[in-house]
């Protein structure tokens, strides 16, 4: 019984990733775009409970950790950043492409805009 759920909770995770990789939609109309509020709000119900588990076993774990590490809380905050931290719901604009759904969080001091791409010639 405990099998087949998380074998469909796999199954929903993998179709949420498949539908979120699809190309972006064109929101001119109205209705495209109270069809993107209503996919965003589906998804949302999808994804913000799995990424709730994800952050509350992170947090479980680096309690662990910290404790096993002797109270280092540089160990504890490795394991619970990531976990804590990203996207906790799916908008519109994540489905529309303009944005990136981020479910392993970063760093909090990391900005995208500092970033310094390499050029390949």
Known sequence: MIRINAMRVTVMLGVLVLL???SPASADSKGASAGLGSAAVISSLIYGPVKMAY???GVVFGGIA???SGGD???MSAVITPAV???Y???PSHLRG???LEF???QPDYREDMVVLEEVY
């Open 66 to 68: 910290w404790g096993l």
């Open 98 to 100: 303009e944005e990136h």
């Open 104 to 106: 392993i969080g970063r």
């Open 85 to 87: 931290r990203g996207d």
């Open 89 to 91: 719901v799916v908008t």
């Open 73 to 75: 809380t540089e160990v």
């Open 20 to 22: 979120l990789q699809a």
């Open 55 to 57: 952050s509350i076993v």
